[in-house]
């Protein structure tokens, strides 16, 4: 089970792992906490229902078996200063923990994917997906969890490439990125998701709410203008940070590799 803040997260911080493990025969449940309804549009009122859409479409491409949206509103990333009401941020933690715990007792996963504690590039919903994921976690006594995160040496390396072949980062992309995620030594699970690029890719395009229209550092606009020889090398692995010492992977330890020495 992969918890998530917005739809597209799913697709760029998990795709290749959730398609990976849908072909290898693993049931695969997506939980979203929002709709993502303060992201990129010029009208935003209908942005969470077509988010949400685009959100089916997207783990339909993956494999994804189930998609459970909590309902919650979109915190912003840090506009407006205090979230705002019904969103995922203002909602006491206990509460989004008990929602997400109710899910897993339902699921029994073998594995609970949440995000890393600096929330990835520091969107205050990424960092309540950690916190909640955890806490629901120890609710309902799922043992195995998973940041899921990027490295960083990787993802500064990439934007520098795709910086010399012309295709324009944003400017504040690699300062924005420079604390971000997770340093190399920090990994200790990485999946190999060269062969579900395809499927990463069209998931990533299902989103296409998010593809333009703004100065923000878009992520998704950049990754799918990935040249296609490369992609494999941008897209083509995933990484986690587990949380707590030693994970008992199971059978997924098909998908996921410990790196540690
Ligand atoms: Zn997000």
Do not use: N
Request: glycine share 10%; charged share 25%; aromatic share 4%.
């Amino acid at each position: 089970m992969a918890f998530h803040a917005h739809p597209d997260d799913e697709a760029l911080l998990t795709g290749g792992t959730l398609a990976k493990a849908a072909a290898l025969g693993h049931r695969v449940v997506a939980v979203v906490a929002t709709a993502g309804e303060l992201g990129l549009a010029a009208d935003r009122a209908a942005l969470g229902a077509r988010r949400l859409a685009e959100l089916e479409r997207a783990a339909e491409i993956l494999g994804v078996a189930r998609v459970v949206s909590l309902g919650y509103g979109d915190s912003g990333f840090r506009d407006p200063a205090e979230p705002p009401a019904g969103s995922l941020c203002a909602a006491p933690l206990d509460e989004v923990a008990g929602r997400l715990a109710a899910v897993l007792v339902e699921e029994r996963p073998a594995v609970l994917t949440v995000y890393d504690a600096r929330g990835g590039y520091g969107h205050r919903d990424h960092v309540r997906v950690h916190d909640a994921g955890i806490a629901a976690a120890r609710l309902a006594e799922v043992s195995t969890v998973l940041a899921a995160t990027v490295d960083r040496a990787v993802l500064l390396r990439s934007l520098r490439l795709l910086g010399r072949l012309g295709i324009r980062v944003d400017g504040t992309a690699a300062d924005a990125f420079a604390d971000a995620f997770s340093a190399p030594e920090e990994i200790t699970h990485v999946v190999d998701v060269r062969r579900q690029v395809r499927a990463k890719r069209a998931a990533l395009a299902a989103h296409a709410s998010q593809a333009g229209g703004s100065d923000d550092v878009r992520t998704v606009r950049l990754l799918s203008r990935v040249p296609w020889p490369l992609s494999r090398v941008v897209l083509g692995r995933e990484w986690f940070v587990s949380v707590g010492d030693s994970p008992e992977m199971g059978r997924m330890d098909e998908v996921f590799v410990d790196v540690r020495r």
